[in-house]
């Protein structure tokens, strides 16, 4: 019994860390494609909490399960475990700063991406003006 729950232990922490894999490269072909500034950091905060938080936990489930590595594995996991929550308080903490300090400052120029199509209804251009 007590194999079959290191065995799920050991799988679920794998499935973690290609969840995190999976959010890194979708947070890099996020901040590739978009072409806003909050967009960008929107794209990299994903991938510095999800990319790096799913892989810490499970790198600590697999060091929890893995008996190769003795009594030192409580200081693997503990360790990954303390930096995942690190992490999951100060990159969205930091993002916000940088987030504000760019808006108070003015200095990302917001180019838009949607074409508007209520925008001419609502200044009597459209549809029922003439």
Known sequence: MLELALLVLRALGYALIL???FASLAAAAGFHRFKNFYLRLHATTVSAVWG???????SSLVALSSGEL???RWIVAGASF????????????G?????????????AHL????????????????????
């Open 19 to 21: 969840l995190g894999a």
């Open 52 to 58: 790096c938080i799913y892989p810490l936990v499970g």
């Open 70 to 72: 003795g009594e030192s």
């Open 82 to 93: 303390v930096a995942a929550v690190l992490i999951f308080i100060l990159a969205p903490t």
């Open 95 to 107: 993002t916000h700063a940088l987030a504000r300090g760019v808006h108070r400052s003015r200095t």
């Open 111 to 130: 180019m838009p991406f949607v074409e508007d199509a209520l925008d001419s209804d609502l200044r009597g251009e459209g549809y029922g003006s003439g």
